[in-house]
Each structure stands twice: as C-alpha cells, then as structure tokens.
C-alpha cells in the first residue's frame, strides 16, 4: 500500500518536470528553420566564426546580461547595419511573427 502511494507521487512529480521542461524549452526546429528560411547561415555558423560570430559566442557574449533578450530582437527585427570587412551592410530582418522571433532568440542566446 505505501509502495503504490510513493510510486504514484513519483509519476506524479516526474510529469510535473516534464511540463515545467516543455515550457521553458524552445523549439529548436522553428528555430532552424527560420535561420534556413532567412539565410542566415550564409554568414553564422553554430559553432564556427564565418562572415560573422557564431552563435555560439554571440551567445557567450550576451548571456546573462540584462536586456540581451531584448538586443536581439530589435536587431533582428528593425533595419540595423553591420560591418563585413571595410564595407557596412544592412543586416538582415527575419520575417515572422513575434513569438517565432523570440523563440529563435531564446534558441541563439542558449547556444
Ligand atoms: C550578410 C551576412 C549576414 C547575414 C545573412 C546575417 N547576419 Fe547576423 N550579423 C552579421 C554581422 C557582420 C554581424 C555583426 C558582427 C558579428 O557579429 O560578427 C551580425 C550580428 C548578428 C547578431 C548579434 C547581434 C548583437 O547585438 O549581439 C545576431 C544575433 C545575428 N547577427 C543574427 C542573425 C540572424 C538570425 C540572421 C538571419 C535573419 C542573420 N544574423 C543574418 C552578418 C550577417
């Protein structure tokens, strides 16, 4: 009898995790998928500096500090001019809808 007790609250408490998980994770796939669709990766690697930081460090860089968040997505979200090289260009916009940006925001800053 106390065994199915404690067995039904550790069902109980691992579902909970699980929920709390879900929530707070992102959706790497959608997340991919509009780095693929705005051709971001012509000039971000994961991992590997190209044209531009990686999101990696990009990451290392911004992580933790206050409005990091907030940073990304008005770069990514209003005309902004990056420098390659000698020559300054228009960085990119992702086209989407809020929480799609913010969920790829969330994906880069967790690299
Ligand atoms: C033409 C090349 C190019 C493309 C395409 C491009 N970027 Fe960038 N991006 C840059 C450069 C250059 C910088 C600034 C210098 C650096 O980070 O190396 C930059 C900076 C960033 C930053 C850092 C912003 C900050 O304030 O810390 C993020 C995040 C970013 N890009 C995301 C993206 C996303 C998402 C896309 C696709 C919509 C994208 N970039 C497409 C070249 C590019």
Redesign the pocket.
Do not use: D, F, M, Y
């Given at each position: 009898m106390k065994t199915k007790v404690l067995l039904a609250s550790a069902v109980f408490m691992i579902s909970a995790f699980a929920a709390t998980g879900a929530q707070a994770g992102v959706d790497e796939a959608g997340a991919k998928n509009l780095?693929n669709e705005?051709?971001?990766l012509?000039?971000?690697d994961v991992t590997k500096t190209k044209?531009?930081?990686s999101y990696k460090k990009?990451a290392a860089?911004?992580k933790g500090k206050p409005g990091a968040e907030a940073?990304?997505i008005k770069?990514?979200t209003q005309p902004s001019t990056?420098?390659?090289g000698e020559d300054m260009?228009d960085?990119?916009?992702?086209e989407a809808d809020p929480a799609q940006v913010k969920n790829?925001v969330k994906w880069?800053l967790s690299r």
């Open positions: 780095l705005n051709g971001c012509n000039c971000h044209t531009a930081r990009i860089e911004r940073a990304i770069h990514l990056v420098k390659i260009v960085h990119p916009q992702v790829l880069i």
